[in-house]
């Protein structure tokens, strides 16, 4: 079965860095997103994604995020200046036809940890 | 904007005994409503979906839910629980107008042998 790839497993990295975390969605797939949660609990949006642009976004993701989808199968989430509370683990998403309708098929996540 | 809620942070169940893990929603327009599980170190994973239809709708792993319109809820039940169904259950809903897809706070169900 197709499923939705994340790299890394896990990325340290010290408060104030750039990080970029890394998705590969289930090739038919047409909406992208990202989720986080914050110790094992609450899932949190952060954005949607739809031909090639940003369909909606959460609160979460202030003007320090971005997303891209670099060459067709990427799709990445950039954290500029990291903070603190940046630490998460990150769950990339895709699904495929009408959004809205179709269940969202995660990848099992990048744990960030910011120092 | 849609919103669920998961009333129990927690619950706990012997294994053999039905088990019901509830939801309720908000939304304008229509509700599509979905139930994930999460298992240690892993990603959620679907269960089971409500568009239209039948109120009581079947999903993976012996898992059913039963859409209530006028009660706003989808409670995710099974008739008989196995130890193996404990994890972290989260209830999820669009709207019609939405693309994004909310998340409940999550229950952590323990089903004991």
């Known amino acids: 079965e197709p499923e939705v790839t994340q790299t890394p497993s896990h990325q340290v990295t010290q408060m104030g860095q750039e990080v970029i975390l890394r998705c590969v969605p289930i090739?038919?797939?047409?909406?992208f997103y990202w989720y986080r949660q914050i110790l094992g609990q609450k899932v949190e949006f952060l954005v949607s994604f739809y031909n090639n642009e940003i369909s909606e976004k959460s609160e979460i993701f202030d003007d320090r995020f971005s997303v891209e989808r670099p060459d067709g199968s990427n799709f990445t989430l950039k954290i500029r200046s990291t903070k603190l509370e940046d630490s998460a683990m990150y769950f990339c998403?895709?699904?495929?036809?009408?959004?809205?309708?179709?269940?969202?098929?995660f990848g099992n996540g990048t744990r960030l940890t910011v120092t | 904007a849609q919103s669920v809620a998961q009333p129990e942070d927690q619950v706990n169940v012997a294994e053999g005994n039905p088990l019901t893990v509830k939801c309720t929603y908000s939304?304008?327009?229509?509700?599509?409503l979905f139930w994930y599980v999460q298992y240690p170190n892993r990603g959620l994973q679907f269960l089971l979906k409500y568009i239209t239809g039948d109120n009581l709708v079947k999903g993976s792993y012996g898992f059913e839910a039963e859409f209530n319109k006028s009660q706003t809820s989808f409670h995710l039940k099974k008739p008989s629980a196995l130890v193996s169904d404990s994890a972290l259950y989260f209830c999820?809903?669009?709207?019609?107008?939405?693309?994004?897809?909310?998340f409940g706070a999550g229950t952590r169900l323990t089903v004991k042998p």
């Open positions: 998403a895709s699904s495929e036809g009408q959004g809205y309708t179709s269940p969202l098929h």
């Open positions: 939304v304008s327009g229509n509700p599509y």
């Open positions: 090739s038919n797939h047409l909406y």
């Open positions: 999820a809903v669009r709207g019609d107008n939405n693309n994004d897809m909310r």
